[in-house]
């Protein structure tokens, strides 16, 4: 392959549609707009989603479920992570300057991992097993409000 046999991607050298130039054009007459009609008029700008006055899409699918607007976010962290920080306590601010967390959410600890040290873990709220291995590896686990 060199220069002599490269060709340029079909329709890369085709010029732009250009609409309402005269019979001359082969768009002439009506634009490439049809016969009368809403979308033939100038100005004519509907809305997203019509479909010419039947029942559009999102109105005709069933609305379900519903979204609490109160819904508190979280945080998650894995004991695994704790483990590597190599801290003897550990809360929120300690989790942020290691880049472990970035949000100033509230932060769950999920039991995933295992912890070979007894560490002291301060978060808003621990998953059962997170609770099980801390204190199994002789650490405390201390729930902070707000």
């Not at 002599?4 to 250009?18: G, H, Q, T, V, W």
């Not at 700008?45 to 979204?67: A, N």
């Not at 002291?120 to 590896?137: C, G, L, P, W, Y």
Request: proline share 3%; glycine share 12%.
């Amino acid at each position: 392959m060199n220069l002599s046999n490269i060709r340029a991607p079909k329709k890369a050298n085709e010029n732009k549609k250009r609409v309402g130039r005269g019979m001359g054009s082969g768009m002439g007459k009506t634009s490439t707009r049809g016969h009368k009609g809403q979308r033939s008029r100038s100005g004519s700008r509907m809305m997203r989603g019509f479909e010419g006055g039947q029942m559009p899409l999102h109105r005709r699918v069933p609305k379900r479920g519903f979204t609490n607007i109160f819904r508190e976010e979280y945080n998650i962290v894995n004991l695994e992570k704790l483990a590597d920080l190599g801290e003897s306590t550990i809360n929120p601010e300690i989790l942020r300057k290691a880049g472990v967390i970035s949000t100033k959410r509230r932060v769950k600890i999920l039991g995933d991992g295992e912890l070979k040290s007894a560490i002291t873990v301060q978060a808003h709220k621990f998953s059962k097993s997170a609770q099980e291995k801390i204190t199994k590896a002789g650490g405390k686990f201390e729930i902070l409000t707000a």
